[in-house]
């Protein structure tokens, strides 16, 4: 195990730089999760922490070791890839076993790390099959395993769940969760996905074209986001932006509303729409409303609901949980 | 309804045209030389294989076989260590100068045998390779390079890079995934460069007969041109000589031929 400091570190392509100045410290034993949209850097930076892309500035330490120019296999990371990346000629046992292996480790050690990885994995009975013989959510448990088996210093996860289906993702997202529990091993976890960062992380980094706009708490991150960017990219339904009047009438260039912080019911500050569109959740209710001057609004409402499109609704910001943004896109104290 | 027995039909004819030429030659070569007066398309009536035992023994064919044996085997099995390992450095290796030996391979490609046939033996000659196996040997392998690089570069861009980046994560050298991971999963371009190399050098006369002028190391190609002088021609020699030259091939291309064709159209769709 081992924690990691990034100084300053940077990425150029030629003379395009992708990321830029990222300062971080993760401790041992972290779950960390690089969120941010496509094209963010997050997958670089990632590559970049694993060895797999060069660093063109700053320092990259890992366990206290300036690694800028250790090879792979030199920094003891393992790598989870999204799209599994499992041996096609090999065994779900030579896939688990092949670090070992080349590292001329005795039959006998190689086989009984094997299986102990597959049996906490339940891969046990699947050893003998090739990957082309399984199933997706096997498959990336045998990615996994092949990770543990080198009882790595950092766990690496490049969007593991992202070829998964919906039922098979959350499934595994617990899974690898209560591995990192059981591990205790330092995890950097790459996604786009903010529902598999907050349920993760132990902190969140939320990057954006190269830069880090914020890293905290899934609950830091939501109740107190350091820019626009990151006020919209966490939560789902995401927030709410408006400007012009009402912005205006608090003293902000933006008034951020989250969907699940609106009361609705007739007041002399509620805002007058209509329903356009209505998803019933079961234990929530999504509302779109159209509200003259402030534009399309999505509202949650806890539980169920007998709004339909076409009905005129009154919704008031609850004012303990607003957020004013300058025009900057930075927080305005309140 | 009637394109199909028309289709049927050309495809009958050219299956006739190809396979005329290689029966009338089992033909003659078992032929006894009394029965050379009839009609080339007349099947022996006595069967004899007088000729074979002939040509294999005093027209020297069973050194001719070894050699071409020899030099074929080792052009095939040496040209798919060489370009598998010349394609691998081209898609997974970043190396300063990579666009620039991408390009001398593409050259390669464009000029043809005959234009450098000249230069090629003056070379040869220079490294004292003039009638060795070995000279052959290397001058088939630069010649044929390009094509077989190019082949492997193509398979070789079909493999998802991130099974050289685990790999590499595993800590894997270069040459434990090129030989432990990529290798194995290339088995069609493998076979398909092994069988086309193989053929080649089998085949060929060009080089052959400039490098190898001593007797006791030619080759069958080369060895056929002894049945046919300026003003004789032994037909029955000729027949059998050709017949045992094209048993090996059309042997291999039989077993192989599923491979052949798969190794052919790789990398030629995603």
Redesign the interface.
Known sequence: MAGLELMNLSKAYGQVEVLHDINLSIADGEFVVFVGPSGCGKSTLLRMI???EKITGGDLMIGGTRSNEL???QRN???V???Y?????MTVAQNMG??LS??RRPKAEIAQKVKEAADSLKLGPYLDRKPGQLSGGQRQRVAIG?AIV?NPKVFLLDEPLSNLDAALRSETRVEISELHQRMETTMIYVTHDQVEAMTMADRIVVLNAGYIEQVGSPMELYNNPATEFVAGFIGSPKMNFVKGKYADFIGAATLGVRPEHFAVGQSDEAWQGTVTLVERLGHDTILYVKVPEAGMLTVSLNGQHDQNVGDTIFLRPLQEFIHKFNNEGRPIAA | MYGRWILLFVLGVIAVLMASPLILTVFTSLKPTTELVNPAWYPPLNVTFEHYVRVWTEGGFSRYFFNTLLISVVDAAVMVVIASLAAYAMVFIDFRGKLALQVLFLIGLMIPVTAIVLPLFQIVRSFGLLNTHFGVIVADLALAVSVFVFMFTSYFVGV?K??H????????TEF?IYR??IM??AMPAVVTTALLEFLWSWNDLLLRLLLLTQDEMRTLSVGLLNFQGTMTRDVTGLSSGTVIMAIPVVILFLFFQRHFVRGMTAGAVK
């Not at chain 1, 990346?85 to 000629?89: E, H």
């Not at chain 2, 980046?165 to 894997?172: K, S, Y």
């Open positions: 694993a060895g797999l090879s792979p296999k990371i393992a790598m890839f999204q799209s990346a499992l041996y096609p000629q092949f670090s080349l590292e092949r080198r | 998802p991130a099974l980046e685990a790999a590499r994560i595993d800590g894997a434990q432990r991971v194995p999963i």
